[in-house]
């Protein structure tokens, strides 16, 4: 269950719908316990999938389907030169713990995702988030970061707008 919720923004973006309805029916005639064997390896191809997009929109290449949330985890890999996958390590170090909370602050009050969300995303406690988003709170420098990512994200996101129709 925990392994479902951790997953569950992404899913609901991508037709997590259509996936279960697929594995069901796949598995409509399988052993017990089949599906579960099933979505449980789709997580995993997804994940990995999800993982490599991030890679690409920070290395500055356009890769098919990126969620906004995403975006933000690639900008701040860009900004301060580390990868996805160490943004969202354990590792207590100033090289990432900093842009840790940059992308963390950013995705909370910008774009206003709960902590519970943010935690998802980067397989964190709510409380963590909580806690070093609080502590850096009142720092210039994560402030100033998020202020920044946060016009050029604008900024993307309003030069991909459909234009309205005349």
């Known amino acids: 269950m925990k392994h479902q919720a951790r997953e569950g923004a992404w899913w609901h973006s991508h037709g997590q719908t259509l996936v279960v309805a697929l594995a069901d029916a796949i598995c409509a005639q399988a052993p017990s316990g089949a599906l579960d064997t099933a979505l ?8 990995r999938k ?25 900008a701040v890999c ?8 160490e943004l969202k390590s354990a590792c207590r170090k100033s090289r990432y713990t900093i842009p840790r909370v940059v992308a963390w602050q950013l995705m ?18 709510h409380s963590t988030i909580l ?24 900024s993307q996101w309003l030069d991909t707008q459909p234009e309205a129709a005349e």
Not at 40 to 47: D, S, Y
Not at 115 to 125: A, C, Q
Not at 131 to 150: F, K, L, N, P
């Open 78 to 85: 860009r900004r301060f030169g580390v990868t996805p996958e």
């Open 131 to 154: 806690r070093q988003t609080e502590a850096y709170g009142d720092s210039h420098e994560v402030a100033a970061h998020v202020t920044e990512i946060a016009e050029l994200l604008r």
């Open 40 to 47: 449980a390896v789709v997580a995993e191809v997804a994940k």
């Open 108 to 125: 909370r009050t910008e774009m206003l995702f709960s902590v519970t969300e943010i935690g998802e995303m980067f397989d964190r406690d």
């Open 50 to 74: 999800r993982l490599e997009a991030v890679k690409e929109f920070s290395l500055g290449r356009e890769p098919k389907h990126i969620s906004r949330a995403d975006q933000a985890i690639a």
